[in-house]
C-alpha cells in the first residue's frame, strides 16, 4: 500500500511540475484592433490630404507709414553718391504718396507691406523692376529686369518715350494700380492689374498684365536676342518678367498688392513717332511700330500726377494676352 501511495504521489508532482508547461502554450485570441471613425463631411478621415493655407500678406498701418518711409530715406538717400541700382529717390516717394492716397483714404487704414515700383527711364537692358518692404527699405537696391511695351518704343532703342492708355497702342501705361486675379493666358501665368489713374484706368481692358513666357515664346529674354541688342525684346505693354522672378512678383501683387510704374527725371517731350523697319514682331505677337503713329494725337504721360480714381476699367473683351 505504501508503494501504491509513493507511486501516486510521485504521478501528481509531476503533474504539478509540468502545468506551467502547459499554461505557456495556451494562446489567448487576438483583440481585434481599433477601427477608425470618420466623421461625414468633416473631411478629418485618414486619407485626408494636408490643406495649404497661404500666410496672410505682410500689412503696415497708416499711422506708421510716415515714420517708415522718413527712415528709408535718411537710411537710404541721405548720403551723397546712391548706387545706380538703387530706387531713384524721388520715384519712391511719389509711389510712397500714390500708395497713400489709396490705402490711406476712403475708410481704409493700413495696406499691404510690400510694393512693388518700376522706373521705366532706365534702358530696359538694365534692371528697373523693384519690390520694396516700406517698413524697412528692403529691396531699394536689388531690382530685377522687366519689359516695357513696344508701343513706348518706336524707335526700338531700348528706351520708353511714350506711354499711353489707350486701347492697341501696344504701349506701357504710368501711374498706380492694383493687383488683382491669376488667370492662364497664352504666356502661361499671369496676373491682371487694375488702373487707379486717368493715365492707366484702362489696363484691364486693354490687358495689360504681370506675366513671364512660356518656353516656345521666348522673344521677351531670347539669349541670342539679347546677346545682338544688349537688351530683352518688347512687350505689347504688360509688365514681362523672367520666368524665376514671377511667382515672387504675383505673390506680391495678387488680390490688391500695389504696383507704381513711374519715369524718374524729365518725361521726355511729345515725339511724332517714326516707324522703325528693323522692327520684327508681326501682327499679334508684337507688332510693328507703325501703330504707334497714332500716339502723336494722344495726351502725353505727364497725367499721373491726378489723384487716384477708383479702378473704372471693363472686363477684357476677347481672348486675354
Not at 40 to 56: I, R
Not at 133 to 157: N, T
Not at 180 to 189: S, V
Not at 292 to 304: G, K, Y
Amino acid at each position: 500500500m505504501d508503494e501504491i501511495l509513493t507511486k501516486v504521489f510521485a504521478l501528481l508532482s509531476l503533474l504539478f511540475a509540468a502545468a506551467p508547461l502547459f499554461a505557456q502554450e495556451v494562446v489567448a485570441p487576438p483583440v481585434p484592433a481599433a477601427q477608425p471613425v470618420f466623421t461625414s463631411g468633416t473631411g478629418d478621415g485618414a486619407s485626408a490630404l494636408p490643406v495649404y493655407v497661404k500666410p496672410p500678406r505682410p500689412q503696415i498701418d497708416c499711422a506708421s507709414l510716415g515714420l517708415s518711409a522718413q527712415a528709408i530715406s535718411y537710411g537710404y538717400y541721405g548720403a551723397i553718391g546712391s548706387p545706380s541700382r538703387r530706387l531713384d529717390g524721388k520715384l519712391f516717394d511719389t509711389a510712397v504718396e500714390k500708395y497713400r492716397n489709396y490705402y490711406c483714404s476712403y475708410g481704409r487704414s493700413k495696406g499691404p507691406a510690400v510694393i512693388v515700383v518700376v522706373d521705366f527711364a532706365k534702358h530696359s537692358r538694365e534692371p528697373r523692376l523693384y519690390r520694396v518692404d516700406l517698413r524697412d527699405g528692403d529691396g531699394i537696391d536689388s531690382p530685377i529686369v522687366v519689359a516695357h511695351g513696344i508701343g513706348s518704343d518706336p524707335d526700338d532703342d531700348g528706351y520708353a518715350t511714350i506711354f499711353s492708355n489707350v486701347y492697341n497702342s501696344l504701349s506701357s501705361s504710368l501711374g498706380a494700380a492694383i493687383g488683382a486675379e491669376r488667370y492662364i493666358g497664352i504666356n502661361g501665368l499671369s496676373l491682371r492689374l487694375d488702373g487707379l489713374e486717368p493715365s492707366n484706368n484702362q489696363m484691364r481692358y486693354r490687358d495689360i498684365v504681370v506675366h513671364s513666357y512660356q518656353p516656345e515664346r521666348r522673344r521677351y529674354f531670347n539669349a541670342e536676342y539679347i546677346a545682338n541688342k544688349g537688351r530683352p525684346g518688347s512687350s505689347e505693354g504688360c509688365f514681362v518678367v523672367e520666368p524665376d522672378k514671377r511667382e515672387m512678383i504675383l505673390e506680391t501683387l495678387e488680390n490688391g498688392g500695389f504696383i507704381y510704374a513711374g519715369y524718374s527725371g524729365e518725361l521726355p517731350k511729345p515725339i511724332i513717332p517714326v516707324p522703325n523697319a528693323n522692327v520684327t514682331f508681326a501682327q499679334g505677337t508684337g507688332t510693328t511700330a507703325a501703330s504707334a503713329l497714332q500716339l502723336a494725337l494722344e495726351t502725353h504721360a505727364e497725367t499721373p500726377g491726378n489723384p487716384p480714381t477708383a479702378p473704372i476699367s471693363p472686363a477684357p473683351a476677347g481672348s486675354p494676352q
